[in-house]
Structures are given as C-alpha cells and as structure tokens.
T-cell receptor, first 116, second 109 residues
Framework: GAVVSQHPSRVICKSGTSVKIECRSL??????MFWYRQFPKKSLMLMAT?????????EQGVEKDKFLINHASLTLSTLTVTSAHPEDSSFYIC????????????FGPGTRLLVL | GQNIDQPTEMTATEGAIVQINCTYQ??????LFWYQQHAGEAPTFLSY??LDGLEEKGRFSSFLSRSKGYSYLLLKELQMKDSASYLC??????????WGAGTKLIIKP
C-alpha cells in the first residue's frame, strides 16, 4: 500500500510559538492532501483539503490564518499552527490521495501537539 | 444533512466473529471505506466498496447494499490485536469523505 510519512511525530511547544508539521507521500504522487484533527476518543475532523500548487480549501470554522497550509509539490504538504495556544493541543493527521478523485486516502502516522 | 451511524462500542471474544454495521445517508455515493485505528495511532485502510456485495480480504470482509444505505465489516477469527476503533466513511457526490464516529471494538480472551 501507499506510504505517507509525517514529521514530527510529537511536539511540545510554548504558547504563542508556531509549529510546522510536514506530510510526505513516499511512493506516490499526492495530487490532494488532507489535514485532520482528532481529539481524544472523538472522530476525525477534516480541517482542510489542499491540491498541489493551489490554495487550500478550509472547512467551516477552521481559521486559515491560524492553520497555514502549503502544498508546494506532489509529495509534500505542510501545516503550520501559528501562535499556538493550549486549546490547539490535539492529534493532527494528514492523508494523501493520488490523481483519481475516488482513490483511497492513505494516512500519515499523525503528529501529537501539546501546547503549554 | 449527511449522516453516518455506527455503534459506539462492541465487545467480542478472541477467536469469534464480529460484525460492525454502518448505515449512511449522504448526498450522493461514490464508495464506502472502512479504516482501522488503534489507540494513539492514525487510521489504516481496510477496504473499499462501491458495488453491492461482499468483498473478502483474509479475515476481514466488507459488505455493501446501496439501496439500503448499509454496510458491514465482518471480522473472523478475532485476535487480541484486532482491538481498535473501526471507522466507516462514505464518499459523497462531491468526492468528500464523510466520517462516522467509529466503533470501538474490545476483544476479550
């Protein structure tokens, strides 16, 4: 199956700092990447969808200026949490999909963010 | 609105069979996915159904009935490592994935 990596796997930062999370598709070209957030014992919440070379589409209620997404190449997307606050502490997971719109999404291992 | 329903939690015994149901109401249908998610980890892909019927993959099978808006995931010969949450997701007419809340499966020896 397709492999998606995410880095870092875990990050602890101080309130007010920015954190960048990378998502890479290792063995396929990811035309579309998705960023999710998941709180403990809750379902996945889609934050935004990004297509290579274009601006991300954010879900309702997700602040685009706070969660900056860049999808500069077919194998890399980044999520930057700007001016992080304790309420941003969560499990952030990316997924990637190839060319065909109905293709399976493959998930990265996730990044656990703790903001102190 | 769009809705995916699946039981919150199920318990089964090691070596037994368990069926996890998923019903959905979505605007359009372009396939149904099942993912497995172990605690603290990201989801991993299990199966994809777009046509009616049963898809078998080793110990896991997934069934779809589009007319009934219904799917199930069947797990045979349960092992302790199958303890996880199982997520049902439907791709709607806009090719967006609509996620269920997941079913936590507890396997007892």
């Amino acid at each position: 199956g397709a492999v998606v990596s995410q880095h870092p796997s875990r990050v602890i930062c101080k309130s007010g700092t920015s954190v960048k999370i990378e998502c890479r598709s290792l063995d396929f070209q990811a035309t579309t990447m998705f960023w999710y957030r998941q709180f403990p014992k809750k379902s996945l919440m889609l934050m935004a969808t990004s297509n290579e070379g274009s601006k991300a589409t954010y879900e309702q209620g997700v602040e685009k200026d706070k969660f900056l997404i860049n999808h500069a190449s077919l194998t890399l997307s980044t999520l930057t949490v700007t001016s992080a606050h304790p309420e941003d502490s969560s499990f952030y997971i990316c997924s990637a999909r190839g060319d065909a719109i109905q293709e399976t999404q493959y998930f990265g291992p996730g990044t656990r963010l703790l903001v102190l | 609105g769009q809705n995916i329903d699946q039981p919150t939690e199920m318990t089964a015994t090691e070596g037994a069979i368990v069926q996890i149901n998923c019903t959905y109401q979505t605007s359009g249908f372009n396939g149904l996915f099942w993912y497995q998610q172990h605690a603290g980890e990201a989801p991993t892909f299990l199966s994809y159904n777009v046509l009616d019927g049963l898809e078998e993959k080793g110990r896991f099978s997934s069934f779809l009935s589009r007319s009934k808006g219904y799917s199930y995931l069947l797990l045979k010969e349960l092992q302790m490592k199958d303890s996880a949450s199982y997520l049902c997701a439907v791709m709607d007419s806009n090719y967006q994935l609509i996620w269920g809340a997941g079913t936590k499966l507890i396997i007892k020896p």
